[in-house]
């Protein structure tokens, strides 16, 4: 034992210093330190605290052999791509089992090999065996008729529903190529191709073949068309497959959709889908792949079930581009408030190499419709109607331009596609959007552009568009599509402007004379009613019979409107108030942009 006098012992405080924890010279033996003597205390040695220490307990260890447990699974399952909760859970039914430890178990021998540490031979006992371990599935959902299969069903579904046989496939399929390949000319069919065969390769085209081709028995083609929307529902958005045969069976849903819209108006939808379906099949961009970026993506982002095309498309393909912006154009410019497509660099290329191949007599139709859609888009782009103050001097410039690029866009047609029904149609539609500038524009004598001479071009424009319309024979009303009805809509709107547009150049009478809005109207009417008595069309429930009361209900308006401005203008005539008081006369129309665009997505028109 040390001895307390020598140098090295330490200083030990005093009881009352060490509780008051100040500076104490020392107790030594019977001597007070200098506080207590100053303080005249009682100064005593610090009483012994034995301290025990007691050993941890068996629960505190086996939690600390689990948390590392713990994090030993944890690093496992980052490795095998194992789900960590399921790992768990096979560990501690592990720790469970090896936690029982007989009670008669034998002491090891002496000859036994050395003992290991405890904390290793515990962890090693704990650790699960590799059969134990469950790789972790995402649940998926359950499996489908491969597309054969569900398209034939789909067909039996809806002749069982509908009482009136419908035609043999290939009949209508036959029907598809004569008549209707002329409206969506991207749509190619071989005149050996069978419809078995054809079922066979491109299921959901050839269902949609089956229903834009069955207008003799509207009930059966409308039961198609919500088939084929459960269908995209079900492929396209649950299980996200995408193909060129879903692609181009939109494209043929889209083109035949007057008939199925009063049910399920889903007509931007279906155009978002469109183009995000061209997006992801790779076709909308021209390829495009950047070597440190891709093989980056490639080794971050999980596998996918498409794959972007990083070489060359097929001219299929090339059509199906083409017949994408044209519908997605088309629609944008009658009926959605959408904004109208980007004619991209790849556009304009699978333009030219469908030109030059011209595998296809529709082919040409299709390179001169987009050309001449694009020319439309040019057109109503510039909106120079919605601010044509600051735009007075280059009016006559951008009109004349525009003129000269249709001019030059009618003069390299060729021969045989001069008198296209089709082209006729487009072109004055771009004519009557290039005029329709006309009427935001003020009155000034002397400006080189006169506003009279735009309005009377504006009417000469929807006359040709109605002569080409009217030259449509009857029994073939059943391939127009709803692009030719949203054209009909557009010259209504136009001409109904010039009927009720007043200004001080302009002789409202004789245009009216001229336009005679209520003979077209009434002439739309008989035609769409005769086409709907040629063919079964649904009676009073199909899509031109509900155009044609629709029609009627404005034009009674119309002849409303006229005869009060005749009451106006003059001495009224007997019984003119009685009539505006009662019938038609009553409804309320405003012949507009927003009317003619929404007429045929409102309920009230279906």
């Known amino acids: 034992m040390a001895d307390p006098m020598s140098p090295a012992a330490p200083i030990k405080a005093c009881k009352n210093c060490a509780r008051a924890k100040s500076k104490c010279s020392g107790y030594i033996f019977n001597t007070k330190c200098e506080r207590c003597l100053r303080l005249k205390k009682d100064c005593g040695p610090q009483p012994t605290i034995i301290r025990r220490y007691r050993p941890l307990k068996t629960t505190t260890r086996i939690a600390q052999l689990e948390s590392k447990l713990d994090g030993l699974v944890s690093i496992l399952s980052t490795e095998t791509g194992q789900h960590p909760h399921c790992v768990g859970d096979d560990l501690r039914v592990a720790s469970d089992t090896t936690s029982e430890v007989p009670s008669n178990t034998s002491p090891p021998s002496k000859t036994s090999e050395p003992l290991v540490d405890l904390e290793q031979d515990q962890a090693s006992t704990l650790l699960p065996q590799p059969k134990k371990f469950e790789i972790f599935h995402w649940p998926t959902l359950p499996d489908l008729e491969n597309p054969v299969d569900r398209v034939i069903k789909m067909l039996s579904v809806c002749s069982s529903i509908v009482s009136k046989e419908h035609e043999d496939p290939e009949t209508l399929l036959n029907r598809f190529r004569d008549p209707l390949t002329s409206q969506v000319p991207w749509i190619v069919i071989p005149p050996d191709l069978t419809a078995s065969n054809l079922l066979q390769e491109k299921p959901f085209l050839y269902f949609n073949i089956i229903m834009a081709a069955s207008s003799g028995n509207i009930l059966y083609q409308r039961h198609l068309g919500q088939e084929s929307i459960r269908y995209i529902g079900e492929r396209l958005i649950q299980r996200g497959e995408k193909n060129l045969d879903t692609l181009q069976g939109m494209t043929v849903l889209l083109s035949w959709y007057q008939d199925h819209i009063y049910q399920h108006s889903q007509m ?250 209520s003979g077209v109207i009434e002439r739309l009417c008989q035609r769409m009613e005769h086409a709907t008595a040629l063919y079964d069309s649904g009676g009073d429930t199909s899509t031109w019979a509900l155009c044609g009361k629709k029609l009627r209900q404005m034009n009674s308006w119309y002849e409303a409107r006229l005869l009060e401005d005749s009451i106006s203008a003059g001495p009224p005539l007997p019984g003119a108030l009685e009539t505006l008081a009662t019938g038609d006369g009553a409804l309320q129309f405003d012949f507009d942009d927003d009317f003619w665009q929404g007429i045929h997505n409102s309920c009230d028109f279906v």
């Open 268 to 517: 931007n939808n279906l155009l978002q889908l469109l183009l995000s379906l061209l997006t992801d099949l790779g076709l909308y961009r021209a390829p495009q792949r950047s070597q440190k970026h891709d093989a980056f993506l490639d080794q971050i982002r999980p596998p996918r079930k498409t794959v972007e095309k990083h070489g060359p498309i097929s001219l299929e393909e090339k059509r199906i581009v083409l017949g994408c912006y044209y519908l997605w154009s088309c629609f944008t410019f009658s009926f959605s408030k959408m904004e109208p497509p980007k004619y991209t660099a790849n556009t304009n290329e699978c333009c030219n190499v469908v030109a030059n191949a011209a595998e296809q007599p529709s082919d040409r139709i299709l390179v001169y419709l987009v050309r001449l859609q694009r020319i439309a888009e040019r057109i109503r782009q510039n909106n120079l109607h919605e601010e044509p103050a600051p735009l007075k001097a280059p009016v006559g410039i951008y009109v004349k331009l525009s003129r000269a690029e249709l001019a030059a866009f009618k003069n390299s047609l060729p021969d045989d596609l001069r008198h296209n029904t089709s082209i006729l149609m487009h072109y004055s539609i771009a004519e009557i959007q290039l005029y329709d500038i006309c009427f935001s524009l003020p009155f000034d004598p002397n400006l080189p552009l006169q506003r009279t001479e735009l309005l009377y071009a504006s009417q000469a424009s929807a006359a040709a568009f109605l002569d080409a319309f009217y030259s449509i024979p009857l029994e073939r009303y059943f391939m127009l599509t709803l692009i030719n009805l949203g054209q009909v809509f557009q010259v209504l709107t136009s001409i109904s402007k010039l009927c009720l547009f007043e200004g001080e150049d302009l002789d409202l009478a004789q245009m009216r004379a001229l336009v005679d809005l």
